[in-house]
């Protein structure tokens, strides 16, 4: 199938000449056809299979027809988690847009000061790209207009929900009038997001692309076992240092973990950056955009960077600390081997971690390669530990760490109790009570 069988209009196929895609990935082509229908969608999709171009491209095929309603506020809305993945979601929309002439493309999220977004917000917007928090914050200074609204698309649903956003999503939702078409896509529907689904969407059709591992064979996987946590920083400097590593991409848990990876590698001697959500949005924009123009090697992250970053000469993806869900890896190894490339992830793990290892190999229905003994190293019997000495005994503790037992002796000198001549302690007679009295 090609996209011209899709009945798109010619400026977006156009535009998908120049950015060289020829034919649809699955998620595409069944995707497009429901919501140029104009039909509620559940898509269900993993990273790196398409999905954004799947939504952009019918919204734009949208808004080559005049709007009915007579207004300045945007006309399609997409809800995204991450700053991260707004950005490229909008330059995705400028991307297929390039041929459609006074399209106007806007984006509201956190970071950003607040009076350039109010005057975006001012002038007409046909597509809207913006985080939940961000939006909400206008919406409640009445300064966002939904009267043209038409389309709302809510991406990375599941991702959104577990950042603590569905309260933000359902008063953004509430505020978009009814009458609007909803599509909603997430790595899967489970729980919460089908509830929320069901609460915001009208009968609405359901498309599920099962492949947890789409990419998984342009992506060598392997697990190096370490000790534990204290080795993860010489291991990973030896694996900088091997030959093929190019461009890399390092996830760990914590925002200050990042930081101080980071200044680690500097050290090294890597050109590199940490990218987390503490960091103002200026300066993620200018790591972000020095790693994709080479200036860095190295990004160290947290998972904001598992879901929007789109880098074609990520050579390697490593795992420094293994993610809180096995879906997380997915996300985040779909980071390296994109457009057809091969790729590879490494992760650090010690032996106490097996078992989130194990369901990783579940959810992708893969064995991961396993560098190092996977049994917990053994440790030599000890002597039991001696008691700690009675008063007036030798400290025997100290010759069992090779102390001279002549001169480790522990001597408490003893002291000699007072005796009145009525063969009572002075300490424990009481004065009487006329004594105080005077």
Do not use: C
Not at 331 to 343: K, Y
Request: glycine share 8%; proline share 6%; no cysteine.
């Amino acid at each position: 199938m090609s996209f011209a069988a899709l009945n798109l209009s010619p400026p977006l196929l156009q535009a998908l000449v120049d950015a060289q895609h020829e034919t649809p990935t699955p998620i595409q082509a069944s995707a497009i056809p429901v919501v140029m229908a104009g039909d509620d969608l559940m898509a269900s999709a993993k990273t790196g299979t398409g999905k954004t171009a799947a939504f952009i491209l019918p919204a734009l095929e949208r808004l080559l027809t005049p709007s009915a309603v007579r207004g300045r506020g945007p006309r399609v809305l997409v809800l995204s988690p991450t700053r991260e993945l707004a950005g490229q979601i909008k330059d995705a929309a400028s991307t297929y847009a390039r041929h459609i002439p006074q399209i106007r493309l806007g984006s509201i999220v956190g970071g950003v000061p607040y009076p350039a977004q109010q005057k975006l917000l001012m002038r007409p917007l046909d597509l809207l790209v913006a985080t939940p928090g961000r939006l909400l914050d206008h919406i409640e200074q009445r300064r966002v207009d939904f009267s043209r609204l038409e389309l709302v698309i809510l991406d990375e649903a599941d991702r959104m929900l577990d950042m603590g956003f569905l309260h933000d999503v359902e008063r953004i939702m509430a505020a978009a009038p009814a009458s609007r078409q909803t599509v909603m896509f997430s790595a899967t529907f489970e729980g919460p997001v089908t509830a929320l689904a069901t609460r915001l969407l009208k009968s609405p059709k359901r498309i599920r692309i099962t492949t947890n591992d789409a990419r998984s064979e342009h992506i060598q996987q392997r697990i190096h076992f370490v000790g534990d946590s204290s080795e993860k920083k010489g291991v990973l400097l030896d694996l900088l240092a091997e030959a093929g590593v190019g461009q890399a991409i390092v996830f760990t848990s914590t925002k200050r973990g990042a930081e101080r990876l980071a200044a680690a590698l500097g050290g090294a001697g890597h050109a590199t950056s940490a990218l987390h959500g503490d960091m103002r949005q200026g300066q993620r924009n200018r790591a972000l955009a020095q790693f994709r123009d080479g200036a860095l090697r190295i990004l160290v992250a947290t998972d904001i960077a598992a879901r929007g970053i789109d880098v074609a000469r990520i050579s390697h993806v490593f795992n420094y600390d293994l993610p809180r869900s096995a879906e997380d890896y997915v996300h985040r190894i779909g980071r390296t081997g994109r457009a057809g490339q091969s790729g590879a992830a490494v992760s650090l793990a010690t032996h106490a971690e097996r078992g989130a290892i194990r369901r990783i190999e579940r959810f992708t229905g893969q064995a991961i390669e396993h560098v190092g003994s996977v049994d917990s190293p053994r440790r030599e019997p000890q002597e039991p530990r001696p008691a700690r000495p009675r008063r007036g005994q030798p400290d025997v503790r100290r010759t069992a760490r090779g102390a001279d037992t002549a001169s480790r002796v522990r001597r408490v000198p003893q002291k000699k109790a007072i005796v009145a001549p009525d063969g009572t302690s002075p300490a424990r007679r009481r004065r009487p009570v006329a004594a105080f009295l005077g």
